[in-house]
């Protein structure tokens, strides 16, 4: 018989599981939970848009248009594009959908994106982001409204410390213009110096050298003009007003005054959160105003704000997550009372405890087990006990090696097992940590 060929994991995508997840779920859950409290409305976009939604949005000479997209015909022939990113479908929804009528939007998303990449740690071609964004305000409030909900999610996942956030302005469409100028300058005078990369984006982008990764392009970039002297009195009291917003709100921030975004749409405000806990990889969260963005899809001028950060790379920050242990473990010490069991499990979901159930294996094994779960309570359902008119011992935990009483968490875990059981006349026992197993006669 041919020997059947095993299928294999696409280069650069992932199979998330275990620890990864964990971490990956903490990130979301984070996210959510922030989301809350800044009042943020959640919305879902297409994984696949036509591609001149992503074209027109980024730019052709984008890094992400010219080289990492995942483009295809579809059966119809209409050129698609797994997205590589959430901004270019969110505002074509915005103009399409008619959303212009709930402006201004504070919008939150997360999920995959594709980029053709060179895959390495903290880089996939299916990666993972969670995205803000405010569309609709002009105002500098919307960038420290996001930027301080940003820096909030990175106190909140433990990840704050040896993150820097930072900041620059890349002004209005008048500096920008002077700016361009002068960097174009700057970098003629080192044209052969540069990386060949940079010399098509000397032709066509120059800003974007300032965002090279190449190494022979550092020092030139490293020593570029910055923005300031361009800056309109506009601009920069824009920029001021952001900087005092982001003060009073009690974020932190560097000031970093070549940092560009790569991509074409932004104005104002352009900022990352950047650590050196990730190697080359270092940015985790990144962002900024788009106030262009809208125009250039075809709609109507509309400003525009918002970060992504990679869930992925946010998660390789955490501390380790713990494994969700459960509330109860029902060890069934007898196969005749395995209904027993399944009856009071399913209660005990209903009630809203995570329970699992033990009932394979030595009687030994399963208690072997049910420590290892690690759960807050075991209830243990044994034949000897129904003998004398009872169905099970409860024993509560509070630590790996013993079984032990106390707690706030025990005591509401065992509030909802009394429930099932006949047993309000014990409860006194169990607040002042008198006894160590419980027997129970079951209601
Ligand atoms: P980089 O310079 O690292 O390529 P970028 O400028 O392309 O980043 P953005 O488009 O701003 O990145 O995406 C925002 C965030 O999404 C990044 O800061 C990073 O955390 C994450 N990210 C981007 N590309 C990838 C990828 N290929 N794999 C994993 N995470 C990614
Ligand atoms: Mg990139």
Not at 108 to 121: A, D, N, S
Not at 403 to 408: A, D
Not at 410 to 433: H, M, P
Request: with cysteine.
């Amino acid at each position: 018989m041919a020997r059947i060929e095993t299928p294999r994991r696409v280069r650069g995508t992932q199979d998330i599981f275990g620890d990864e997840q964990r971490r990956f779920a903490r990130v979301v859950a984070a996210f959510e939970h922030v989301r809350r409290l800044y009042c943020f409305q959640q919305v879902q976009v297409p994984v696949f848009e036509a591609t001149n939604v992503f074209a027109r949005s980024m730019g052709e000479t984008s890094d992400v248009v010219s080289k990492e997209m995942y483009t295809f015909p579809d059966r119809g022939d209409e050129l698609l594009t797994l997205r590589p990113e959430f901004t270019a479908g969110i505002c074509r929804a915005y103009i399409t959908e008619g959303w212009q009528q709930y402006a201004p939007l504070k919008l939150t998303t997360h999920g995959p994106l594709f980029r053709y990449e060179r895959p390495q740690k903290g880089r996939y071609r299916q990666f993972h982001q969670i995205d803000a964004e405010i569309i609709g305000a002009a105002e500098p409030q919307a960038d420290v409204e996001l930027l301080t909900m940003a820096d909030q999610l990175l106190k909140e996942l433990g990840i704050a410390e040896g993150v820097t956030l930072q900041l620059n302005t890349l002004g209005d469409a008048e500096t920008r213009e002077a700016w361009r100028a002068a960097l174009v300058a700057h970098f003629e005078a080192h044209r052969g110096e540069l990386s060949e990369d940079s010399l098509t984006r000397l032709e066509k982008n120059p800003m974007r050298i300032l965002d090279s990764k190449d190494p022979r392009d550092r020092p030139i970039a490293d020593s570029a003009p910055d923005i300031d002297a361009y800056l309109t009195d506009e601009a920069r009291a824009f920029f001021e007003a952001v900087a005092s917003g982001l003060d009073a709100a009690g974020v932190a921030w560097t000031r970093n005054a070549r940092l560009v975004r790569g991509l074409d749409y932004y104005r104002h405000t352009a900022f990352e959160f950047v650590t050196d806990r990730l190697g080359a990889q270092g940015t985790v969260l990144a962002g900024g105003r788009y106030d262009g963005l809208i125009g250039n899809l075809g709609g109507p001028d509309t400003p525009g704000v918002g970060w992504a950060a990679g869930i992925e790379r946010l998660g390789m920050l955490l501390e380790a997550p713990e494994f969700e242990a459960p509330s109860v473990v029902i060890v069934v010490e007898d196969d005749d009372l395995l209904t027993q069991g399944q009856r009071i499990l399913a209660e005990l979901r209903r009630r809203g405890l995570a329970t699992e159930i033990v009932a394979s294996g030595s009687v030994k094994k399963r208690f072997d087990k049910a420590i290892k779960l690690n759960a807050t309570a075991a209830l243990a359902i044994n034949a000897n006990l129904i003998e004398d008119g009872e169905c099970a011992k409860l024993r509560l935990r509070n630590t790996r090696s013993g079984w032990v009483l106390g707690g706030e968490q025990q005591l509401a875990i065992a509030e909802a097992i009394f429930e099932l059981f006949d047993v309000n006349g014990q409860k006194q026992d169990l607040a002042y940590g008198r006894e160590i197993g419980l027997r129970l006669k079951i209601a």
